[in-house]
């Protein structure tokens, strides 16, 4: 049998070893493409799963909104806990379920509201200025049901408003380890950090004092926008600001101080206490004596044996209501692996519609 030639044996095997060389390649392709594939189609789920958790969201919001319009349509002019709307409550979906609860806003102490004495574009309400008047109807007749304007008068150089006093008070009610220094540090802080002016508060600060910091920032001077801006207020310090976070809030745009006394739990006692002078002690006794339906009206309220021992300003009667303009949704959702999270703030306007004036995605307003 006759040999092959040494070359031709030689061509041979250098064919051999560029086949199996492309062999290698288009496996090592075959299997570069067949990961991506895989993460694209694994991309495009986890987009599809959160998309869908998104739109529960959604829905949970529009629930909400009805929700509140039917709890308005019951009694517009007063609003309770009474229905137990305000329990957080879980709705099972195909594939993952709904987590939502629906809470009342005006229960909390609104920070803009420290700068309630300056006048602001910004706000939602009138400024309170003037002599009280007895508002009129239509036909000249005056109506008791509307509310009565209350005198405001710019407080003296070195003076905190009502409301900064009241802010200080509850610090020391959530915050019992807190000395009166540090509670006055923080106090005209936040009235320098709301206000328009670069002038000094007696123990506050404003920009130079931000600027001098190692990760220096100026003041908003300015409303705040979310509650979280406080723990860039001087003074404030982790140790302890999460005792206080329950019992604040911020409604953007509003520098006005208005408290559901009907919506108020007892762990939000410190609130109510703050603005009263009341104990805290004493104001958990009071809520949890108040009828599930609630007052009828704020005179009941203040009509309270409790509050002949501590004597309100007209100022500090403003304070308080017994119907809500602004509710808060917190909301989780969950689709397949896919998990999301939403607080949403409404408005209620004219009494007759209901709007979405904020949302947040992943935290807590």
Known sequence: MPTQPKALHKQSGVALIVV?????????????????????????????DNNQAYWYAMGAEQF?????????????????????????????LEGGGIQAQLLDMQTCFNLNAVNAVNSSEDSDSS???????????????????????????????????????????????????????SVEVVRDSLIDWLDSDDNLSQSGAEDADYA?????YLAANANMVSKSEFRL?????????????PQICVIPKLNELKINVNTVVEEQAP?????????????????????????????????????????????????????????????????????????????????QKVTVIRREFGGKL
């Open 271 to 351: 609130v109510l206490a703050a603005l009263t002078g009341a104990s805290v002690a004493e104001i958990q006794t009071l809520i949890s004596n108040r009828r599930p339906s609630g007052y009828e009206n704020i005179q009941d309220f203040l009509s309270e044996t409790l509050f002949s021992n501590y004597p309100l300003n007209a100022v500090q009667q403003s304070w308080f209501d017994v119907k809500t303009e602004y509710f808060l949704l917190h909301t989780k959702t969950r689709y397949n692996n896919a998990s999301f999270a939403m607080s949403s703030l409404f408005k209620v306007q004219d009494k």
């Open 127 to 181: 400024p309170n200025t003037g002599t009280p008047t007895s508002p009129t109807d239509a036909n000249g007749q005056q109506n008791q049901n509307k509310p009565q304007p209350v005198t405001r008068t710019q407080p003296e150089l070195g003076a905190a408003p009502e409301e900064a006093i009241a802010f200080a008070r509850l610090l020391q009610n959530a915050v019992p380890e807190l000395d009166n220094y």
């Open 233 to 245: 207020v001087n003074g404030v310090q982790a140790q302890w600001v999460n005792q206080l976070l």
């Open 64 to 92: 909400a909104q009805k929700s509140i319009l039917a709890l308005l349509q019951k009694n517009e002019n007063v609003i309770s806990l009474e229905g137990d709307w305000s329990q957080e409550f879980t709705f099972p």
């Open 20 to 48: 199996l060389m492309l062999v290698a390649l288009v496996v090592i392709i075959t299997a570069d493409m067949a990961s991506r594939l895989q993460l694209q189609v694994t991309r495009a789920s986890n987009i599809k």
């Open 212 to 216: 001098a910091l190692v990760n220096p």
